[in-house]
C-alpha cells in the first residue's frame, strides 16, 4: 500500500498534473517502510499427497457434478504449468499448440509477458476433454462462454480443500504454485534456473526463497529435539 500510494505521488510529480506550488515533493519519501522477512509467506503449501488428494476430491467428490472436471482441470493447469489464477482464467483456446515435440499453452503471466508453457500429456489429454468441440474462447469459462472470475474459484478450491480433510486453514490457487515450486526443488537433479523460468521469475531469489523456505521446516531442528525428549516426557 505504501508503495502504490508513493508511486501515484511520483508520477503526478513527473507529469506535472499539479503546480510546484500545491505539491513539490513526494509526502511518501520520508516514511518508513516496514521490514519484510523474505522467508515469510501466508501461503499454506501441500505435500505432494495432499496435492494428489485435492485433485481427486475436486474431481469424485465436487457437489456440482457440472463444474467438478472444470476444477479438477483448473487444479492440475496450476500446479502442473506453475500459474497464478489470473493467467490460468485468462488462457484461451486458440493458444493451445504444438511446438518441436511438446504441447503447449500460451499465456499472459504478471507483467503483459507471453510465455509458452510445455503442457504434460495427461494434463493436455484433460484440457481436451474439457474444451470438447470448441474452437475458440477460454479454456475455463461458464457454461455462456464469460470468463470465470478468480473469486469464485478461490472459494471452491478452497471448499475443496475443507471437503478432502487437509489440515491446511486458507489454501487458495497460488497454494498450488506455491507448492509445486518446492516439489520440483525435492526432485532429483533439480535445476534451480530451469524451476525459476518455469515459474515465470524474473529475479532467481524470488524462486530461491521458496526453496529455503522449504528447508528451514523441514530441517527443523524441533523435530530432532521433540524426537529426543518426547518418549521421556511421555513416561513421566
Sequence with gaps: MLSANSSFFKFVLQTRVLPREVMDSNPFDGVLYPAMDPLFTRTEGLTEAEFVTLARTARHEHPCRRTAFRLYVLILVLYHLCLRIDAALGARIEKLSYDRGHHILEVQIKGGTWVAKAVPPFVWHALQVLIGGRTEGFIFCTSTGKRLDQASQWRAIRATAKRAGLPQKKIGPHSLKHSTITHAYDRPGAR??????WAD????????????????????????????????????
Design 192 to 197: 534451480p534456473e530451469e524451476i525459476q523460468h
Design 201 to 236: 521469475h524474473k529475479d532467481p531469489r524470488t524462486t530461491q526463497r521458496y526453496n529455503q523456505r522449504r528447508g528451514a521446516l523441514e530441517g527443523s531442528p524441533a523435530y530432532d529435539a521433540a524426537a529426543s525428549m518426547a518418549e521421556q516426557l511421555e513416561a513421566s
